[in-house]
């Protein structure tokens, strides 16, 4: 790693700029690793246009990312056998060929979305941290008789993309992103009595769990409450849960179904891991597995292990009815 500083990237940097450049390098090595070991070039890809989008946000020339990314081929030739190595610049080569088409991050908030002008309401109240208005907006919907799988899906998914987009853009901080998420949560969970008292019981159980170092939870909420409302009862565990622990959960509760979510790529090999425990058990659950790395590669659901996969909560219902 020390080298890659003593390359001409850094020519002209300050001790700070140099250090900065070295938490990016490492940032890469974190998701090259982890796409090699998926054998999924689409995950580094994926990666590579998310920080590009990231650093032109912030001022930095997209001259940067590529030349910070030609360095790490170079160095990988020097420390890695000629196989290892070959595999390595394919897909930082790939990743290149990436930066050479120009990536616009559209709004995640449509125009087919059937409730836009209230979903872009609900966002307003996110950035302006009113909570109060943003629980009113969301009563009145349930006043006017709209579903609340409608309201999750047509009003707090896009919304909680679209903070996560204004992030990534450089026009939010991290604080804003944390109180739009604390409060999507919120509401969610005073929805959640309207759930229970629809909800007609299967009889059916699943365990609903982000994998060990995995905090980002609101996706794997609306999928749990999505099959509570039809009739499962589920067992929510949340962010960060240790392997052991969702182990014994199963192991006390003999679910039909785990839930396995995982946003952040590096988070992968968790997820495999987990799923081989999950496997060897004397009644395994079927598992079903989600987050953006799946999205990205369809495939990858399967190389991890899993039963199924779903891009969202209405296509997880559909694909459980069908499983289970």
């Known amino acids: 790693m020390d080298e890659l500083l003593k390359t001409d990237i850094t020519q002209g940097y300050t001790l700070r700029d140099k250090k900065l450049c070295l938490q990016d390098l490492k940032y890469h090595l974190k998701y090259l690793k982890e796409a090699l070991d998926a054998s999924s070039p689409p995950l580094f890809n994926d990666y590579v246009i998310w920080a590009d989008i990231l650093l032109k946000s912030i001022g930095l020339p997209r001259e940067c990312l590529k030349e910070s990314l030609k360095a790490l081929k170079t160095a990988s030739k020097d420390v890695m056998d000629p196989r290892s190595y070959e595999k390595i610049s394919s897909y930082i080569t790939e990743a290149l060929n990436q930066l050479e088409k120009e990536h616009v991050l559209k709004s995640f908030i449509t125009d087919d ?164 425990k999950v496997k060897k058990l004397e009644k395994p659950p079927k598992i079903m597995v989600g987050g953006h790395p799946f999205n990205i590669d369809p495939e990858l659901w399967k190389r991890v292990g899993a039963d199924a996969h779903a891009t969202n909560a209405s296509m997880a219902v559909k694909i459980v009815d069908r499983m289970l």
């Open 113 to 276: 979305n059937p409730l836009k002008k209230e979903a872009e309401d609900y966002l307003k109240f996110l950035l302006n941290a009113d909570t109060e208005g943003a629980r009113k907006l969301i009563k009145s919907l349930l006043d006017d008789g709209i579903k609340i799988s409608d309201i999750y899906l047509n009003i707090f998914e896009p919304a909680q993309y679209e903070i996560g987009r204004l992030w990534q853009m450089n026009m939010i901080t991290v604080a804003h992103e944390h109180y739009a998420t604390g409060l999507t949560q919120m509401l969610i969970a005073e929805l959640y009595p309207y759930i229970l008292e629809s909800a007609e019981k299967t009889g059916k159980t699943l365990v609903a769990t982000c994998i060990n170092n995995e905090l980002h939870e609101l996706g794997l909420r609306i999928v749990s409450d999505f099959l509570e409302m039809n009739g499962w009862n589920s067992i929510y565990l949340g962010a960060n849960t240790p392997q052991e622990s969702i182990i014994k959960i199963i192991q006390e509760h003999d679910p039909e179904l785990l839930l396995i979510s995982a946003t952040m790529t590096y988070n992968i090999g968790h997820v495999q891991k987990l799923i081989g």
